[in-house]
């Protein structure tokens, strides 16, 4: 019912907004991706359980630290996303993704630039380093490096994975600039404005599922979809399982 009652006030919100104009050069929580010092801006706030909208090398996210339980519960209510539902995880290098789960391919194969950094989400079993509330009761984890400098940037300087969901309404359409979640803005610390993304395709990364050795099977086909399949069954000699 919280959930319900949460999801019903940002439509209000949304409805409210739409025909002030002004909003987006008035509001003090936009700022553009070029401005002087933003990773230390950023990593201020999450370090104070904030939560960001980011721009990635797909659609717009939001963002706050794993290991902030206030921010990760900030990041559903403000989607009105059941808490039922995983959120996956971004970091800076290939090494990241043996710290927080238990990958099923090589650091070779990890490692060609075929997959990471790129519009492909990869799920493996976790590690037991990542916090118990975060995905309680999941397996797997997925985690991403986007292609995009500044969140390969924060989260190297961050030293610690960060929580990443589409920033949204949940099963909305997802955002290919901040002017489509306009309605959240309030609701979030920080916006940081990378313009309209270069994908302009609201799928979203390719979800695979890799944490059954030797095979694997894509959860959700996004951007890239044919070639990240190509290169599993090619490179990788993976099996597809439908």
């Known amino acids: ?9 940002i439509s209000f919100i949304r409805i409210s907004t739409r025909h002030v104009s002004t909003r987006k050069i008035m509001s003090t929580n936009v700022v ?6 933003l990773i230390n801006r950023c990593i201020a706030i999450l370090k104070q359980d904030g939560v ?4 990635t090398d797909t659609i717009y996210g939001l963002a706050a630290l794993v290991s902030s339980e206030k921010a990760v519960r900030r990041i559903y209510e403000i989607k009105g996303r059941l808490f039922t539902k995983p959120l996956a995880i971004s970091v800076g290098n290939i090494d990241d993704l043996f710290l927080w789960s238990k990958p099923t391919l090589s650091k070779e194969q990890l490692s060609t630039g075929d997959l ?11 590690q037991i380093s990542l916090p118990s509330y975060f995905n309680p009761n999941v397996n797997n984890v997925a985690i991403r490096i986007p292609n995009c400098q500044f969140m390969i940037e924060l989260a190297k300087r961050l030293g610690e994975p960060i929580a990443l969901t589409s920033a949204n309404i949940s099963n909305e359409p997802s955002s290919v600039s901040i002017d489509e979640f306009q309605f959240l803005w309030s609701q979030i610390d920080l916006i940081i404005d990378g313009g309209i993304l270069a994908s302009n395709d609201r799928r979203g990364s390719t979800i695979v599922d890799l944490s059954e050795k030797e095979y694997f099977h894509i959860q959700r086909q996004g951007i890239d979809c044919e070639r990240i399949v190509k290169y599993l069954k090619e490179f990788c000699q993976l099996k597809e399982k439908e």
């Open 32 to 37: 553009s991706i070029h401005e002087n010092d």
């Open 116 to 126: 990471l950094p790129g519009p492909v989400t990869l799920m493996f079993e976790r």
């Open 1 to 9: 019912m919280r959930i319900i009652r949460n999801i019903s006030s």
């Open 52 to 55: 960001l909208a980011v721009p």
